[in-house]
């Protein structure tokens, strides 16, 4: 494993990008079988009586690799110039003292309120394409999925990322997070899966702008 490591890391000193994308497609792939695992696990109480519970499990490798990509040509390379620009324009234009509260606390929230709702956003609808739905039907998972992902994902991102931005040096930052993601694979898929659970519904009735909408 040490030695793993240190291989790692001198790929990152020597092909950054390149480490970063291809090690975000791998790790998004792996997450993906977890994901199906669990989807699998827990069945889905709308589908549950149209299915055999006790099917085996099997994994859809056309979707691994689907979700291999999105880490491939987006997490990759995305994530590893936006952690970088985000460190540079706290440090050089907010001019604040790394690994300050400020300092953490800044990149905590740019984080949260931009990369995280985009990334959102880019996963659910390139799942959808993917998936060969129309693009009125990927509208509409977008709106069935997005708020209820955006505010329970805000609950445990903001936790993660304090420890990424406090401890973890600039360049492991994306690796840090992409491993999270094998968990965070598992949760979108879960959501996605869920349709137009109740659940979904209670979190969205407490957005004023859904309520706004439904008053409209």
Same mark, same amino acid.
């Given at each position: 494993?040490?030695?793993?490591?240190?291989?790692?890391?001198k790929?990152?000193?020597?092909?950054?990008?390149?480490t970063q994308?291809?090690?975000?497609?791998?790790i =998004?792939?792996?997450?993906d079988?977890?994901?199906?695992?669990?989807?699998?696990?827990?069945?889905?109480?709308?589908?549950?009586?149209?299915?055999?519970?006790?099917?085996e499990?099997?994994?859809n490798?056309k979707?691994v690799?689907?979700?291999?990509?999105?880490?491939?040509?987006?997490?990759?390379?995305?994530g590893?110039? =936006?952690?970088?620009?985000?460190d540079?324009?706290?440090?050089?234009?907010?001019?604040?003292?790394?690994?300050?509260?400020?300092?953490?606390?800044?990149?905590?929230?740019?984080?949260?309120l931009?990369?995280?709702?985009?990334?959102?956003l880019?996963?659910?609808?390139?799942?959808?394409?993917? &998936?060969?739905?129309?693009?009125?039907?990927?509208?509409?998972?977008?709106?069935?999925?997005?708020?209820?992902?955006? @505010?329970?994902?805000?609950?445990? =991102?903001?936790?993660?990322?304090?420890?990424?931005?406090?401890?973890?040096? @600039?360049?492991?930052?994306?690796?840090?997070v &992409?491993?999270?993601?094998?968990?965070?694979?598992?949760?979108?898929s879960?959501v996605?899966?869920?349709?137009?659970?109740?659940?979904?519904? =209670?979190?969205?009735?407490?957005?004023?702008?859904?309520?706004?909408?439904?008053?409209g």
């Open positions: 494993m040490l030695k793993l490591w240190k291989w790692y890391q790929c990152m000193i020597i092909h950054p990008v390149k994308v291809i090690s975000s497609g791998v =998004w792939g792996v997450g079988i977890a994901a199906q695992f669990v989807t699998h696990s827990i069945p889905n109480k709308t589908i549950s009586k149209f299915k055999d519970d006790n099917k499990f099997k994994i490798w979707r690799a689907t979700t291999s990509l999105f880490g491939l040509g987006f997490v990759g390379p995305v590893h110039y =936006w952690y970088e620009y985000l540079r324009f706290i440090r050089l234009k907010l001019l604040l003292k790394p690994n300050s509260f400020r300092f953490v606390a800044s990149k905590v929230a740019i984080d949260g931009i990369f995280g709702p985009f990334d959102l880019m996963f659910f609808t390139y799942m959808g394409f993917c &998936n060969g739905k129309s693009v009125p039907q990927i509208k509409e998972d977008v709106k069935r999925d997005f708020l209820p992902a955006f @505010v329970l994902e805000g609950g445990i =991102w903001p936790i993660v990322q304090v420890g990424n931005f406090r401890f973890i040096p @600039v360049r492991y930052q994306l690796l840090y &992409n491993f999270f993601c094998l968990l965070d694979s598992c949760f979108l879960w996605e899966q869920q349709e137009d659970a109740q659940w979904k519904q =209670w979190v969205k009735s407490f957005l004023p702008l859904e309520e706004h909408k439904r008053q």
